[in-house]
């Protein structure tokens, strides 16, 4: 699978992240639940950057589709997160962001085992995240790799409540709409060009329309149909 060298170099940074965590004052005190959440790349060609993950209440909401934010406006920081993990796949911005949200228990970051700290087709990895009080959903998002500013997501799933109860999830894929969708081999993957600032891409976010051969990108190799991702999510104690 063709990653380029930027994509590489970016990506390794991220095992620096490490795991984010921050527990509101709110909801301090209650015992903690814990959750497996394991995820499934399903597609044939798109690898996808290591996922950030959140347990949360009703008042978080990771994003909404339509316009993006401005800058200067009420979640321009959170989507400048959101669109910097789908454009280069980097989550040191995301993850800090969610973390600090209003509703938000606990985030983290699910690295693979491998470098670079991707999740190729077919592969799958799970991590351990808590959740307390009315924090009974769960946001997760990260890149597809092979896109200009796509991404995978699933926005306030509800967690399973008994132990050892399992829920079953399939995201899709989403468009950014932070960059022009050019599949060119210099404009995919974790290159480093300015987020956002380019001022090409539609300004809205939608559902991905997915590879269409435009530039380099095969779409018979490239090109999905949703879902993309399978998460898993048990409660374990």
Same mark, same amino acid.
């Given at each position: 699978?063709?990653?380029?060298?930027?994509?590489?170099?970016?990506?390794?940074?991220?095992?620096?992240?490490?795991?984010?965590? &921050? @527990? !509101?004052?709110?909801? %301090?005190?209650?015992?903690?639940?814990?959750?497996? =959440?394991?995820?499934? $790349?399903?597609?044939?060609?798109?690898?996808?950057?290591?996922?950030?993950?959140?347990?949360?209440?009703?008042?978080?909401?990771?994003?909404?589709?339509?316009?993006?934010?401005?800058?200067?406006?009420?979640?321009?920081?959170?989507?400048?997160?959101?669109?910097?993990?789908?454009?280069?796949?980097?989550?040191?911005? &995301? @993850? !800090?962001?969610?973390? %600090?949200?209003?509703?938000?228990?606990?985030?983290? =970051?699910?690295?693979? $085992?491998?470098?670079?700290?991707?999740?190729?087709?077919?592969?799958?990895?799970?991590?351990?995240?808590?959740?307390?009080?009315?924090?009974?959903?769960?946001?997760?998002?990260?890149?597809?790799?092979?896109?200009?500013?796509?991404?995978?997501?699933?926005?306030?799933?509800?967690?399973?409540?008994?132990?050892?109860?399992? @829920?079953?999830?399939?995201?899709?894929?989403?468009?950014?709409?932070?960059?022009?969708?050019?599949?060119?081999?210099?404009?995919?993957?974790?290159?480093?060009?300015?987020?956002?600032?380019?001022?090409?891409?539609?300004?809205?976010?939608?559902?991905?329309?997915?590879?269409?051969?435009?530039?380099?990108?095969?779409?018979?190799?490239?090109?999905?149909?949703?879902?993309?991702?399978?998460?898993?999510?048990?409660?374990?104690?």
């Amino acid at each position: 699978m063709k990653i380029s060298l930027s994509k590489v170099m970016l990506l390794a940074a991220v095992f620096a992240a490490g795991t984010v965590g &921050l @527990a !509101p004052a709110a909801m %301090a005190g209650n015992q903690d639940r814990m959750y497996r =959440v394991t995820v499934q $790349n399903a597609t044939l060609g798109q690898p996808l950057s290591p996922p950030v993950i959140a347990t949360h209440t009703k008042a978080f909401q990771l994003f909404e589709l339509g316009p993006v934010p401005m800058m200067g406006d009420a979640g321009y920081e959170l989507y400048f997160g959101l669109a910097t993990v789908a454009e280069t796949g980097d989550p040191s911005i &995301l @993850a !800090p962001e969610v973390s %600090a949200s209003d509703g938000v228990w606990e985030t983290k =970051v699910l690295k693979s $085992n491998h470098m670079p700290p991707i999740f190729l087709p077919g592969e799958s990895g799970s991590i351990m995240i808590s959740a307390s009080g009315n924090a009974k959903y769960l946001s997760i998002a990260s890149m597809l790799g092979m896109t200009n500013d796509g991404f995978w997501a699933l926005r306030g799933v509800a967690l399973p409540r008994g132990i050892g109860d399992t @829920a079953h999830y399939f995201a899709n894929g989403y468009d950014a709409g932070s960059e022009a969708n050019a599949e060119s081999d210099g404009t995919v993957g974790g290159h480093d060009d300015d987020v956002i600032n380019g001022g090409d891409g539609e300004g809205f976010i939608s559902v991905h329309a997915g590879i269409h051969g435009v530039g380099d990108l095969d779409p018979a190799v490239r090109d999905w149909r949703d879902p993309v991702v399978e998460v898993t999510i048990e409660r374990v104690e």
